[in-house]
């Protein structure tokens, strides 16, 4: 006789296969601590850079653009992607609207970061307190802290806002409910996620296979089935969302990103194309935070939509271990890491068992040895938290910009005049001739300023009014 469903009356709980926590249902608060810690390094980070006038590129900017129309109660627009550009037409991250009220009230990129950092430092709660579950609190802090020195959280903080900041504790929350069991709260804490950015919706189908799996072999079969119609689901929602709202939003009525595929060879020959980066990645990802040892987890597969389609593309900046693109498989390395040691502890191999103990503090041992040379070091540096002479020269030129004024500018000057003016990427060829120029080219003198310009816009004179330490804004006459 069997049954369909899981039902306690008949099938004692020694019967179904669950994880064997070495600290019972308790939830430590050391995952706490450790994010309000990390919050503070994570906050201290972005903004001293952003105060430093050190900004990596343009997002910061755009976000703002998007992140203050949805503030304002109107569409979410960022002229810096050309002027008028629904950014749902780039990316589909609704989830964003999320900071709109906070920027109403603090309308500045600095909400933006610090949000960020809230984000990222609230995704070591889960990651502690899931591998604390399996392995003692000990174990579990030494994880969550190796996960929040991770490289790719180091890299990501350090590397402007992105919406990413909203998938990393989701992945978090979602890969803990799947070690404690709790298949529910792993589907649902995953399904936010195809509000994030389009491509996590194969994240999502991975992670609810993942789900079936681990409730299959625990006999529960009506989370099996519902894990699966997930993952069907989040497949079809990444199709529509790629195949039909983004080009609906797009004025060219497509997806942009698919020419980083297309280009050269197409997907097929971009995986074999620098191949000693990718390797080096993979390296990155999987021996300093888990020492190889999450090859054993299931988890594991999380990461697989993320990897394929960066390595499938012709860009080469996806391929590296530099910005923000690697950030979402920190906490999936980090909880397969714990989820492999527990694995590990009943194995036949005394060598297996031995290593595996020695792992959490090992991981942790290694992103603190890492950390000397990531960004995290700089808080060690008393100029960190001195603008310094560049900052003050750019607070000096760009108070030449009036508020409300529209004005083209390159990547240091943007984030800077977002809060206050219209601002456009310099150049862009859909932008007709601004009234003001603003730039930063220490490189270049008056004469080379103004040839320039009149070579983007040769229908418009412009004259400097303020200049100083490679700042430069022009007016136009």
């Not at 179904?16 to 050391?30: H, Y």
């Not at 589909?92 to 009230?105: D, E, H, K, M, Q």
């Not at 699966?228 to 939003?249: E, M, N, R, T, W």
Request: aromatic residues 10%.
């Amino acid at each position: 006789m069997t049954s369909t469903t899981h039902t306690p009356m008949k099938t004692p709980p020694q019967a179904v296969a669950r994880p064997t926590p070495r600290w019972g249902s308790r939830l430590p608060s050391d995952g706490v601590l450790l994010a309000i810690g990390f919050f503070v390094v994570y906050a201290t980070l972005s903004v001293t850079r952003h105060l430093r006038w050190e900004n990596r590129s343009w997002d910061l900017g755009i976000f703002e653009q998007a992140i203050g129309a949805y503030a304002r109660l109107s569409e979410p627009v960022a002229d810096l992607k050309g002027p008028g550009f629904p950014i749902l037409g780039d990316h589909f991250s609704p989830i964003t609207a999320l900071l709109a009220p906070l920027y109403r009230v603090f309308p500045s990129p600095v909400t933006l970061l610090v949000a960020q950092a809230a984000l990222f430092a609230l995704a070591v709660v889960p990651v502690t307190r899931g591998a604390a579950f399996l392995l003692g609190r000990p174990a579990g802090a030494a994880i969550g802290a190796a996960f929040g020195l991770s490289w790719g959280m180091q890299r990501a903080v350090d590397f402007d806002f992105h919406e990413i900041c909203f998938a990393v504790p989701l992945i978090a929350f979602s890969l803990e409910a799947v070690l404690r069991q709790r298949w529910r709260a792993a589907l649902c804490w995953s399904l936010p996620l195809l509000l994030v950015k389009e491509d996590l919706g194969l994240t999502v189908a991975v992670l609810a296979l993942v789900v079936a799996w681990r409730a299959h072999q625990a006999g529960h079969v009506r989370a099996t089935r519902s894990a699966l119609a997930v993952a069907g689901f989040a497949v079809l929602a990444c199709a529509l969302v790629i195949g039909v709202v983004i080009p609906g939003f797009n004025a060219a009525g497509g997806y942009d990103y698919w020419a980083k595929v297309d280009e050269g060879g197409g997907p097929l020959d971009a995986l074999f194309t620098a191949t000693d980066t990718k390797l080096r990645t993979l390296l990155w990802i999987l021996v300093p935070t888990t020492g190889l040892l999450a090859l054993r987890s299931p988890l594991l597969l999380v990461v697989l939509p993320t990897l394929a389609w960066r390595f499938a593309s012709q860009e080469p900046n996806y391929w590296g271990t530099d910005f923000h693109y690697s950030a979402v498989l920190m906490p999936v390395t980090a909880l397969a890491l714990a989820d492999a040691v527990a694995r590990s502890r009943d194995s036949r191999r005394p060598w297996l068992r031995a290593y595996a103990r020695q792992l959490p503090a090992a991981a942790l041992a290694a992103a603190l040895a890492l950390s000397t040379t990531l960004p995290v070091a700089t808080l060690t540096h008393a100029d960190t938290y001195r603008p310094g002479p560049v900052a003050e020269a750019g607070e000096r030129v760009l108070a030449a910009v009036p508020d409300g004024a529209d004005v083209a500018a390159n990547v240091r000057p943007i984030s800077h005049l977002t809060q206050r003016a219209r601002v456009f990427w310099i150049g862009d060829p859909r932008t007709p001739a601004p009234e003001y120029v603003a730039y930063y080219d220490p490189a270049r003198d008056a004469a080379g300023m103004l040839a320039y310009a009149r070579q983007l816009y040769p229908d418009a004179a412009y004259r400097v009014t303020a200049s100083e330490a490679g700042f430069w804004v022009l007016r136009r006459d």
